[in-house]
């Protein structure tokens, strides 16, 4: 079990140099004594390289997990960077408190969905996870230590909120819980044959459901293009049991040879799991595992993908022409055959991020998994970007392994300001990547 | 509601385990010699649930204040139920060889430290007629190896010990568990190459829980270690002398 320190999409595969693992918010890890690039790595979450530092070294924060204080009258907590989104779930769910705001996965530590600014099923209300942090600590190379708040050093606040972890080391971290009466969702599954069916149920879904979702049938051509499944929700308002959710029990032991997925066996999962749900629509109280993070059911599941791993393709566009632009894409994706199981598919809201860098805004969003076969999967993406870019979209570093640097300073144009707030001892595989830099040099050694 | 008392609460396992006693609601009483490590482990176990948390700072090698120690815990939250020793280091076999100072200092906190506590700790549970003393020791008390005999021998004098009062106390109602942890990722072994044989500080800690609760006696963790060390313990001598452990 020696730990690997990859993403999840396990493409690209960069090593750091070395790792220097935290416990304590309070320790300093050696700055003077690092001679290479650092960046912060706690789950390893992010699908491409943003959490990465090839030839760097790694500060392993995933161990720096403790909770600091929980006022629980007002649902405020405080903890360390490396406390998982399904620590803080097993706290406070009993307790009566949620997530403000969660991603697809509880497996993420608070300093990376604050680096990564994440959002959720419910953006079109409340915005991203950086919206609803109250404070917290950075630590910059030099050795300062900084608190960060919308009134307190806030410009290093909106750099670092969605900063893919480039402005230091946030220690710990403050968060603004929201009130549940029970740990369920009351749920609606709606079967939609086109986009423009989509976007009529989503239109009338924002202003009653906290919680929309749609998974996108991504293999489906023809006059089936554009179908899929909406689901929405609302935390039940009845009061239940707030329970936490179970230790999962299913586990992809291994990386699966690459025949496991071919396109007939992904063809016939979008298929199975549009006509799945019948009738077209179904109502349902479920437990907030289901809802919020269905793939948390089996650990490391990224391993269907074997060895070479995955693309995940993630772009929000503007909402003029978003039935055309989203057609485009669609076609290219089911003709070219090489995307996976099922699409990600989501309306953004007007909320705004304090983040400087984030990737959310109002638009809709599509998301989805094409497993890594080299240049073909590379070039399916550019065709996408070139899609992507006409449309005035942008695509989200999170997720990103191979975005060009002219789309990703065309994409997101405040990269001038935010350069100002990077520490200048910190780096990333991605952030190289796109500024065009070299590789973290190699001073000794090697 | 429990009243736990755990020395060396700043260990990694020890503070696994620990949190289970705080999520259950206990009253817990944390000693440790770095006061700043402490205070982040109270206010963790806080929030987790704990009824009351005190801290204590220690030197375990400070013999004399054992008593004072006992003393403080008492006369916070009444009397003990629970006392986890967790506390030990991991010295530089190689190091030890070459001098009797550090090999007697490794001795010194992985044993004599641990002895005097537990002596003191089982007067008072005897009188009392209840309670669990747990201690962790090593898979390494089990049988002397090249690489690691120092630590092994401390280990191993704990062994014998708690072996000889569980023997004693069973009697009156005091459970002693001696806890035998094979690998276990954490800063004592920071320094080690990673094998499929570690396990984590939480598997680690749940299980020390379980066997407190169940106050148990022997307790190897994992619990495949059990196996191992029967293996290792039944090589004759003879053999043993002669390979490379
Ligand atoms: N890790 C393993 O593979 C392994 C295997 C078998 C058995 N064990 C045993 O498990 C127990 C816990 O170790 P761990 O793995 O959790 O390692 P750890 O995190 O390094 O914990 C060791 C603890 O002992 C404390 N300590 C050392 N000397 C002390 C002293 N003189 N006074 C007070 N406290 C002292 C340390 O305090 P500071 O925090 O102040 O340094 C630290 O909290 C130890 O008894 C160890 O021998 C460990």
Known sequence: MRKRYESWGKYPKHQPASVYRLRWHTETPPFDRFDRPVLAYGLGRSYGDVCLNENGILLDTARMAHFIAFDEERGVLRCEAGVSLKHILDLIVPRGWFLPVTPGTKYVTVGGAIANDVHGKNHHREGTFGRHVTQFELLRSTGERLLCSPTQNSDLFRATIGGLGLTGLITWAEIKLRPIKSAYIDMERIRFGSLDEFFDISARSDTRFEHTVAWLDCIAQGSALGRGVFLRGNHSEEPGPLRPSKAPRLYVPFDFPSFVLNPLSMRAFNTFYYYMHTPTRSQKRVHYESFFYPLDAVRRWNRIYGRRGFIQYQCVVPPDDRVEVMRELLTLIARSGRASFLAVFKEFGEVASPGMLSFPRKGVTLALDFPFEGEATLRLCEQMDAIVREAGGVLYPAKDARMSGEDFRRFYPQWETFRRYVDPAFSSSFWRRVMGETPANRTNGA | ?245
């Open chain 2, 1 to 245: 509601m429990a009243n736990i008392c755990i020395v060396g609460a700043t260990s990694a396992i020890a503070e696994a385990t620990t949190r289970h006693f705080a999520a259950r609601g206990d009253r817990l009483f944390l000693v440790g010699r770095s006061p700043d490590k402490l205070a982040m482990i109270a206010n963790d176990m806080r929030v987790r649930g704990a009824a009351q948390v005190e801290t204590f700072v220690l030197d375990v090698n400070d013999l004399d204040r054992h008593v004072e120690m006992l003393e403080t815990a008492e006369g916070a939250f009444g009397p003990l139920d629970v006392v986890l020793i967790a506390h030990g280091t991991l010295p530089d076999q190689r190091e030890c060889e070459r001098s009797v100072a550090k090999t007697l200092d490794a001795f010194q906190t992985n044993a004599i430290s641990t002895i005097a506590l537990l002596t003191e700790v089982a007067n008072r549970f005897e009188a009392r007629e209840r309670g669990v003393i747990a201690v962790i020791s090593s898979v390494a008390g089990d049988r002397g190896r090249q690489s690691n005999y120092v630590y092994g021998a401390a280990k191993g004098a704990v062994n014998i010990f708690t072996q000889g009062l569980r023997n004693r106390l069973a009697k009156k109602g005091v459970a002693v568990v001696t806890i035998k942890p094979g690998f276990v990722d954490t800063p004592m072994t920071a320094h080690l190459p990673k094998n499929a044989l570690f396990a984590s500080p939480e598997d680690v800690g749940a299980r020390i829980f379980r066997a407190i609760e169940r106050r148990e006696d022997v307790v190897y963790v994992p619990w495949f270690w059990f196996f191992i060390m029967t293996l290792i313990r039944h090589i004759p001598e003879r053999i043993f002398k002669r390979l490379n452990l």
